[in-house]
């Protein structure tokens, strides 16, 4: 697969064309008259553009139109990589390249090309000209070889605020014929929403057992910092993953609990106007990706975006889970949002976080203090209970008092002078 020129690392991207209707297309890549890719999908993309005056975001369905950028487009002979490249609009590119270690095949690099001189799909943009994107890291989209991979659930990959969210796929690469194998990979999405069971050629049918203890993770303290130096985000929370995903050495689908290490993790992100994004990278194998949104309406920002990468010793492949359809940590512009108890967020069916102690302020940091903070409810609660048994056990000695005054009272009242 050739590669696109000035490619810029750890995006994802997407890209965009006008379409009334969400549709399912079948793209092939061939070599004379074999079928080596084979991939049916429907994908809404979504990208952010700088106008004169602000930024904006443009959703938009991968059209009926889309065809395989043959020129652009790799079986994988003569050193190659193997790759689907797809081609709509006026200079749009968006396309997947392919490696395998013999026995699986999995989805390693996704690129877009948008060209910002489409003013029907990027109106008033403040410049012009193709941009590029490329993940090149496992975006969990793999299966054993003589396989097909399908997953029609919406699956979201997103880093920061460009994302692609794929629905209705089934895939295949390094086929052996010219349609899809009958031996399926089916995703967790799909196992969970509809109880579809994996059928492969190599791979036990997934358990999931307990989770390992890990013990409660140490707090840390997190920053992102502007241009200028300043720190424009603040973060301090102990930080729990809980990932399902398929053992090598055990040769099934395990549970595990893992905790960010702070003096092992480093922090990094940006900060915009109505959008923060925080990273936090453990030892190059645990990248984890916090999006934070402004509802200018409400004048409330809350945690809309969460996405992580690992790549454990124990994995058969790489892990990749993201959704940037949250709704977590919700608080008002000027506070910091704070909860010391444990909470759970979930993420996807094969990741969930358990959070502790956190205390984070996206939005407005004037200080290297944390503004005024909002409290989570699963808080509030705690500290009412305490209050409600006082007022309770208060009452009852009050009553008692009452009922022992009234009967010591009504007692001397039955004597009479002599």
């Given at each position: 697969m050739k590669s696109f020129p000035s490619f810029v690392a750890f995006f994802i991207v997407c890209s965009a064309v006008l379409a009334d209707t969400q549709a399912v297309v079948t793209l092939e890549v061939k070599e004379g008259n074999s079928t080596c890719i084979k991939a049916e999908f429907s994908a809404v993309f979504s990208i952010t553009y700088n106008t004169t005056n602000d930024t904006r975001t443009v959703s938009v369905f991968l059209p009926n139109s889309t065809t395989v950028d043959s020129a652009n487009s790799s079986c994988g002979s003569n050193g190659s990589t193997p790759g689907l490249t797809a081609k709509f609009g006026p200079g749009h590119y968006f396309g997947m390249?392919?490696?395998?270690?013999?026995?699986?095949?999995?989805?390693?690099?996704?690129?877009?090309?948008?060209?910002?001189?489409?003013?029907?799909?990027?109106?008033?943009?403040?410049?012009?000209?193709?941009?590029?994107?490329?993940?090149?890291?496992?975006?969990?989209?793999?299966?054993?070889?003589?396989?097909?991979?399908?997953?029609?659930?919406?699956?979201?990959?997103?880093?920061?605020?460009?994302?692609?969210?794929?629905?209705?796929?089934?895939?295949?690469?390094?086929?052996?014929?010219?349609?899809?194998?009958?031996?399926?990979?089916?995703?967790?999405?799909?196992?969970?929403?509809?109880?579809?069971?994996?059928?492969?050629?190599?791979?036990?049918t997934p358990t999931t057992p307990s989770p390992t203890p890990a013990g409660t993770p140490e707090q840390g303290s997190y920053s992102v910092k502007n241009a200028s130096g300043t720190v424009c985000l603040m973060a301090k929370m102990g930080v729990q993953l809980n990932v399902s995903y398929f053992s090598q050495s055990q040769n099934k689908t395990v549970q595990e609990l893992v905790n960010l290490t702070p003096n092992l993790t480093s922090s990094s992100g940006l900060c915009g106007g109505t959008n923060a994004t925080l990273v936090l990278t453990q030892e190059e194998t645990t990248v984890l990706s916090f999006l934070f949104t402004v509802n200018s309406t409400s004048n409330k920002y809350h945690l809309s975006g969460i996405t992580l990468q690992a790549n454990w010793t124990d994995m058969m492949s790489p892990f990749s889970a993201s959704n940037t359809s949250l709704d977590y940590l919700r608080s008002s512009l000027g506070h910091s949002y704070m909860c010391n108890a444990e909470q759970t967020l979930f993420v996807v069916s094969t990741f969930s976080i358990n959070m502790f102690e956190l205390q984070v302020q996206p939005f407005g940091v004037t200080s290297t203090q944390f503004a005024s903070a909002e409290v989570c409810q699963i808080d509030q609660d705690q500290m009412l209970i305490p209050i409600i048994v006082g007022a309770a056990l208060a009452g009852l000695v009050l009553i008692v008092l009452i009922a022992y005054l009234i009967g010591r009272k009504r007692s001397h009242a039955g004597y009479q002078t002599i």
């Amino acid at each position: 697969m050739k590669s696109f020129p000035s490619f810029v690392a750890f995006f994802i991207v997407c890209s965009a064309v006008l379409a009334d209707t969400q549709a399912v297309v079948t793209l092939e890549v061939k070599e004379g008259n074999s079928t080596c890719i084979k991939a049916e999908f429907s994908a809404v993309f979504s990208i952010t553009y700088n106008t004169t005056n602000d930024t904006r975001t443009v959703s938009v369905f991968l059209p009926n139109s889309t065809t395989v950028d043959s020129a652009n487009s790799s079986c994988g002979s003569n050193g190659s990589t193997p790759g689907l490249t797809a081609k709509f609009g006026p200079g749009h590119y968006f396309g997947m390249n392919f490696s395998t270690n013999g026995s699986l095949y999995s989805v390693d690099t996704l690129f877009l090309r948008y060209n910002l001189s489409d003013a029907s799909l990027f109106p008033e943009a403040n410049s012009s000209g193709p941009v590029d994107f490329e993940l090149s890291a496992s975006v969990g989209i793999w299966a054993p070889t003589n396989t097909t991979y399908r997953c029609l659930s919406p699956t979201t990959i997103t880093i920061s605020r460009p994302s692609v969210t794929f629905s209705e796929m089934k895939l295949e690469a390094y086929m052996p014929g010219n349609d899809f194998s009958p031996a399926e990979r089916v995703c967790a999405a799909d196992q969970t929403t509809t109880g579809a069971p994996t059928t492969t050629t190599s791979a036990a049918t997934p358990t999931t057992p307990s989770p390992t203890p890990a013990g409660t993770p140490e707090q840390g303290s997190y920053s992102v910092k502007n241009a200028s130096g300043t720190v424009c985000l603040m973060a301090k929370m102990g930080v729990q993953l809980n990932v399902s995903y398929f053992s090598q050495s055990q040769n099934k689908t395990v549970q595990e609990l893992v905790n960010l290490t702070p003096n092992l993790t480093s922090s990094s992100g940006l900060c915009g106007g109505t959008n923060a994004t925080l990273v936090l990278t453990q030892e190059e194998t645990t990248v984890l990706s916090f999006l934070f949104t402004v509802n200018s309406t409400s004048n409330k920002y809350h945690l809309s975006g969460i996405t992580l990468q690992a790549n454990w010793t124990d994995m058969m492949s790489p892990f990749s889970a993201s959704n940037t359809s949250l709704d977590y940590l919700r608080s008002s512009l000027g506070h910091s949002y704070m909860c010391n108890a444990e909470q759970t967020l979930f993420v996807v069916s094969t990741f969930s976080i358990n959070m502790f102690e956190l205390q984070v302020q996206p939005f407005g940091v004037t200080s290297t203090q944390f503004a005024s903070a909002e409290v989570c409810q699963i808080d509030q609660d705690q500290m009412l209970i305490p209050i409600i048994v006082g007022a309770a056990l208060a009452g009852l000695v009050l009553i008692v008092l009452i009922a022992y005054l009234i009967g010591r009272k009504r007692s001397h009242a039955g004597y009479q002078t002599i």
